[in-house]
């Protein structure tokens, strides 16, 4: 079965750099979450959007931005760069949100800010 | 807000050996209960859920937990470990219904570590 795809699985970047991770979710989901988990931490919601639209926001720095697109992927826009950006985040994806729904999680991108 | 607790960052036991692995929640809301399993350098896999009717719900790879509602718990089970089972482990919950779009809240996670 069709699984969420990240890409790139590993970035480096200096501080002060910009970063756009991706995320493409199984197909026919229609909901895509971005967490974020720091060295041993556990992971952390960023944001979500249904159906293209912002579904919910957690703690995510003004310094980052994402969105949907029509065909469901989505990216995460970060800049600036600080070396506490350094992080697994992870992509999540599910159908029908606001239900039981599961969320299918990616293999997550590794960034390291330098 | 809800907020989850996993009572042991790390659990060592031997192979075969059974494995209980702790979760409280709290929450004002009913929500639905997750645990997921994250192998070192990998994504996060669900393990198991429960969203509704018995409380005891069997998983993936012979893990099963049980949700308790007045004790507020969803501890995960299994009965004989594997080597293979070391990994960390992550409780996480999330508000039934709601206009909230189904965020996951995760505890701190557990690290089990089975040894030969």
């Known amino acids: 079965a069709a699984g969420v795809i990240q890409s790139p699985r590993h970035l480096i970047k200096e501080k002060r750099e910009t970063a756009t991770l991706k995320c493409y979710p199984i197909?026919?989901?229609?909901?895509v979450y971005w967490y974020q988990q720091g060295p041993g931490q556990d992971p952390q919601f960023l944001i979500s959007?249904?159906?293209?639209?912002?579904?919910d926001k957690g703690s995510i720095p003004d310094r980052f931005s994402a969105q949907q697109f029509s065909d469901y992927h989505s990216e995460l826009n970060m800049s600036s760069l600080e070396l506490g950006d350094s992080a697994l985040y992870f992509c999540?994806?599910?159908?029908?949100?606001?239900?039981?729904?599961?969320?299918?999680f990616g293999p997550g991108t590794r960034l390291t800010v330098l | 807000a809800q907020s989850v607790t996993q009572l042991d960052s790390q659990v060592p036991v031997f192979e075969e050996a059974p494995v209980e692995l702790r979760c409280n929640y709290s929450?004002?809301?009913?929500?639905?209960l997750f645990w997921y399993v994250q192998y070192p350098n990998q994504g996060l896999q669900l393990l198991l859920k429960?969203?509704?009717?018995?409380?005891l719900v069997k998983g993936i790879n012979g893990f099963e937990a049980e949700f308790n509602k007045s004790q507020t718990s969803f501890h995960l089970r299994k009965p004989s470990v594997h080597i293979s089972d070391t990994a960390e482990y992550f409780c996480?919950?999330?508000?039934?219904?709601?206009?909230?779009?189904?965020?996951?809240?995760f505890g701190q996670g557990t690290i089990l570590t089975v040894h030969p």
């Open positions: 999540a994806s599910s159908l029908l949100a606001g239900a039981g729904d599961t969320q299918y």
């Open positions: 197909p026919r989901h229609d909901t």
């Open positions: 959007f249904y159906e293209k639209m912002q579904s």
């Open positions: 929450s004002s809301v009913s929500v639905y």
């Open positions: 429960y969203l509704s009717g018995s409380t």
């Open positions: 996480a919950v999330k508000i039934a219904g709601g206009t909230s779009y189904g965020k996951l809240t």
